[in-house]
């Protein structure tokens, strides 16, 4: 997460050019969304299972980052591929991200859902940051029960989630693409009720979320996902990728939002 809102500085003070960064995560991470509660979270769990925990700087709910490809896009607000509304331009990037899936062979579609009258953005703050996953009336603490409006889903399943922060640097879009795995394991570290509770948001989840090996029928190991999302921005896009590794003060501004930001009670858990 620091290094996305690094490049996010970069790309603002036109140090770096918008960028498509693809990445994975160790040890697994639990991720909440910018303004979710931190008690949606069984700490008391989370300690046991050995994975970490980071709020993010974008909307949306919890996601557990393991056995997964996460993507971001980061880009100045006069690249014309992110500029409109955040749906405007979440469905351009869409097109890319459904061209990746079908080039892996999931019949993936963007799944189209009709908005509440005048939606507004999930959250801002004094800074001008405006943080909104795509359009969803969800309040279930799990990002990958319930799809949101554009998202990309195989047969009615989410398979990537995906949220966006605006911010006077830039825009900043990333997501989870959970390429294999039991997708429930999430449900061991958030908070619920009782047992029964647990078991059945269980069961939801496995009818409304899937990976690329259930929805492929095979495998499919970060490399070969990693291509053919190189592929897909590039042909849909109309764009040419340049791989390049992080600038040295993108790498120092990292290490410095680790530290100030990232790693602390005060962002991670919302402390005033």
Known sequence: MAVDEAILEAVGKELAPPTLRLYAWQPA?????????????DLAALALSGWQLVRRPT???AILHIDELTYS???PHSEPRVQGSVLESYQRLAQALLKALHLLGIPAQAHEITPPPAPSP??????????????????????????????IVVDGKKIIGSAQARRKEGVLQHGSFPLFGDITRILQVLSFADEMSRQKAAARLVQRATTAELASGRVIEWDEAARAFIHA???????????SDLSGAELVRADELVREKYSTLQWNHRLD
């Open 73 to 75: 896009v980061i880009a």
């Open 233 to 243: 921005f590039e042909d849909t896009l109309q764009i040419r990728l340049v791989r």
């Open 59 to 61: 909307g949306g709910r």
């Open 29 to 41: 991470c639990l991720s909440l969304g910018y303004a979710q509660p931190i008690t949606d979270v």
């Open 122 to 151: 999930a959250f801002s703050n004094s800074n001008g940051t405006m943080h909104q996953s795509t359009p969803s009336a969800n309040l279930n603490p799990i990002c990958f029960e319930v799809p949101s409006n554009y998202e």
